[in-house]
């Protein structure tokens, strides 16, 4: 079983844990639910597409978090959806948080519909100075699909928490096709803590290799 009480002991310190950016290390928390909705509108002409997800995650204990991932493309009808389970881990002592995830789903490509096999690994850690608390993370999954075709990526996130619960993040978002190179994109945004468990996520990207710009849109909700 894994050591949880200085993760939420540090989480609780750090404001952090109940809006911690999704698929992160952390453990959503026995019977705890986040639902996120968003929309990214490609802003110039590039080979880039709009994309619309939705994301949940809820609680099955302390340690273990059961998730659903699902996609849309508007323009090309391409979708995907994965269900999802990840464990998370602590050492002993220190601020570090580690988890192993895997997922299974479908994903409809040129209408035509294959199973998805998604394993993946994260680490994240919170950290605090005077008033000021944030945090940093890594999530990497390689999605192997059943046409052959398999898909990597790594992310990596570090995000402050502002009084009041809203949070400014900041991520490199990197994937690597099978026939493809290593694509790297920018991705700043700002959730706005609303009113109790709702949050407005406002935020921008820029794809380092064809200059694709997108603007985001997003809900999110703890509960």
Excluded: C
């Excluded at 009084?163 to 493809?180: A, R």
């Excluded at 694709?212 to 703890?222: H, I, P, T």
Aim: aromatic share 12%.
């Amino acid at each position: 079983m894994a050591q949880l009480p200085h993760v939420f002991a540090l989480g609780v310190t750090l404001g952090l844990m109940p809006q911690l950016v999704d698929a992160s290390a952390w453990p959503r928390g026995e019977e705890n639910s986040f639902f996120s909705l968003s929309y990214q509108y490609q802003l110039n002409e590039t080979e880039d597409q709009d994309y619309g997800s939705i994301f949940a995650e809820y609680g099955l204990t302390e340690a273990l978090t059961f998730g659903l991932d699902l996609g849309y493309n508007p323009v090309a009808r391409d979708r995907s959806g994965i269900v999802f389970l990840r464990q998370s881990y602590t050492m002993p002592s220190g601020p570090d948080v580690y988890a192993l995830e895997l997922g299974v789903g479908v994903v409809d490509i040129s209408d035509n519909t294959y199973a998805v096999v998604r394993p993946g690994a994260s680490w994240g850690r919170g950290w605090q100075s005077g008033d000021l608390s944030g945090w940093a993370g890594i999530e990497a999954s390689y999605a192997f699909r059943g046409d052959g075709s398999q898909l990597g990526k790594v992310d990596v996130t570090g995000g402050i928490a502002h009084e009041g619960g809203s949070l400014s993040l900041i991520q490199i978002q990197t994937s690597k096709p099978s026939d493809n190179d290593w694509v790297a994109t920018l991705a700043p945004s700002y959730v706005y803590a609303v009113e109790d468990d709702w949050f407005l996520e406002i935020g921008t990207s820029l794809k380092l290799s064809n200059g694709a710009k997108s603007f985001k849109l997003g809900v999110w909700r703890e509960f």
